[in-house]
């Protein structure tokens, strides 16, 4: 058990941004174990692979280039790194939790017999006290994720098996480069075929179509996000219009979406997405841990609430008091003004 594996998913030969978080922080927990950081890389033509992957401290790429291997599917994935895997012998197997990496991860620790923690918001090693033997485990991983509808965090941890596989969700650890773009790493390409049969490739493509994100709260700078004290469908509308006006997008809390105030695809949150906007301002949002725990590593925080003592005004660098219809119709005022 010497390295750290993480899969990168690929769309074309672009790596996704989940695995180059993921890789990010598998170089922290590589460090602190004192083993190496190895990638796993699928895909058609991935000349262009090697260069986005190595600077987030990849110690080992492994690539596996074939054309049969262009777009996912389940069987040929599974079995090169279920091979891999066993090839290897990594202590801990990493993976987005993604469209792909819920279909591929749960597979792979069926075949494997590893268990699987799915949806983490966190990773940390830490001890173990082994009830069964007496000892402690050391340097185990720490598989952290809402549980219960996001009512509690639980802690997973995998003590008899290996790999300790964990899928992570997009936006929640942070991009580190830890190498220069010129390190150059070790590439190994491995022959696809030692790793599959023709069995495998029994689902064959015939169309492919893709729909693109309906928002872009991931990459934008500016959020404007809103919760139950926004009070409806119609009042999210302003929100909507302030973003337009700041070039950013619209997040909502659990509860506003719950409410039918916001599709699900804006929620932010343990239960959501994690963002990072420069400016985040947080409209008629009470400030539950479920929700800051996705906002609160923005840049500048504003709150807008009529309760002064409203829990996100904690956390908030500018508190404005007052209610959302009051607010927010002066500030799209302003910037219309000035726009």
């Known amino acids: 058990m010497n390295n750290i594996l993480v899969y990168c998913e ?21 460090d602190t174990l004192g083993v190496e950081l190895h ?22 790429l492994h690539l596996f280039d074939d054309e049969r291997l262009a777009y996912y599917t389940t069987q040929p994935y599974t079995s090169v790194l279920c091979k891999l895997v066993k090839e290897e012998q990594p202590q801990i197997l990493l993976l987005g939790a993604t469209v792909v990496g819920r279909d591929l991860a749960p597979r792979l620790s069926s075949t494997l017999e590893s268990g699987l923690t799915a949806d983490c918001t966190a990773l940390e090693l830490g001890n173990y006290e082994d009830k069964k033997s007496g000892g402690t485990i050391e340097n185990l991983l720490y598989s952290i994720r809402p549980a219960f509808g996001g009512n509690i965090v639980a802690t997973i941890v995998n003590p008899y098996h290996r790999p300790q596989m964990a899928t992570v969700r997009e936006g929640v650890m942070p991009l580190i480069k830890s190498r220069p773009d010129s390190y150059e790493g ?35 700078q500016v959020v404007v996000a809103g919760g139950y004290g926004v009070g409806s469908k119609e009042n999210f509308e302003m929100l909507h219009t302030l973003a337009h006006l700041l070039h950013g997008d619209v997040g909502a809390t659990r509860a506003a979406v719950d409410a039918g105030f916001a599709s699900h695809d804006r929620q932010i949150g343990q239960t959501g997405l994690t963002v990072r906007p420069k400016v985040y ?12 725990s996705g ?14 003592n409203a829990p996100i005004n904690s956390i908030a660098d500018y508190v404005i008091t007052g209610t959302v219809e009051e607010v927010v119709p002066k500030l799209i005022n302003f910037y219309q003004q000035k726009s």
């Not at 996704?16 to 990010?24: F, G, H, N, R, W």
């Not at 190994?188 to 179509?209: G, K, L, P, Q, W």
């Not at 301002?281 to 009470?286: H, K, L, Q, V, Y």
């Not at 906002?295 to 002064?308: L, R, Y």
């Open 10 to 30: 690929l769309d074309g030969n672009k790596v996704a941004e989940v695995s180059m978080e993921l890789l990010s922080k598998g170089r922290q927990l590589a």
């Open 39 to 60: 990638a796993a890389a699928l895909g058609y033509n991935l000349s262009a692979v090697p260069q986005q992957l190595v600077p987030y401290g990849v110690d080992t």
């Open 186 to 220: 070790k590439v190994v390409t491995h022959n696809v075929d030692d790793y599959v049969c023709d069995a495998d490739f029994a689902v064959h493509i015939i169309e492919r179509h893709v729909e693109p994100r309906k928002n872009n709260l991931k990459g934008a």
């Open 281 to 292: 301002i947080a409209c008629g949002i009470s400030g539950q841990v479920q929700h800051i």
């Open 295 to 308: 906002m609160q590593d923005s840049g500048i925080i504003i709150s807008v609430n009529s309760d002064p």
